[in-house]
């Protein structure tokens, strides 16, 4: 088992930055695949970028690619999120989620995912 708990939500004025992190209970973090998703009111939840265990497989989701970055940290055992350029429809429930398997592949769908955190909120106003 592993937890994952996500920190760094807030409001921001649109054109602003926050960044989230995701912090892993598990040591073996560094075997992870990792993932950001959101999810706005009404909304179903959609991903935003995605992170191989060693850093070398990005992925983003068109509509956060150039203002978004992913990176990891696994002496941490922390996944990051920065967003720059926040746009209000970048308000929702950002998620992160694990997956353990050390691959070159990305993945971007909910189900390739076993671990989740409970989520943070972003508001961007406009």
């Known amino acids: 088992q592993v937890q994952l708990e996500e920190s760094g939500g807030g409001l921001v004025q649109a054109g602003g930055s926050l960044r989230l992190s995701c912090a892993a209970s598990?040591?073996?973090?560094?075997?992870?695949?990792m993932g950001w998703f959101r999810q706005a009111p009404g909304k179903e939840r959609e991903f935003v970028a995605s992170i191989n265990w060693n850093g070398w497989t990005i992925f983003y989701a068109d509509s956060v690619k150039g203002r978004f970055t992913i990176a990891r940290d696994n002496a941490k055992n922390t996944v990051y999120l920065q967003m720059s350029s926040l746009k209000p429809e970048d308000t929702a429930v950002y998620y992160c989620?694990?997956?353990?398997?050390?691959?070159?592949?990305?993945?971007?769908?909910?189900?390739?995912?076993?671990?989740w955190g409970h989520g943070t909120q972003v508001t961007v106003s406009s």
């Open positions: 989620a694990a997956r353990f398997e050390r691959s070159t592949l990305y993945y971007a769908s909910s189900q390739d995912y076993s671990y």
């Open positions: 598990r040591r073996t973090f560094s075997t992870a695949a």
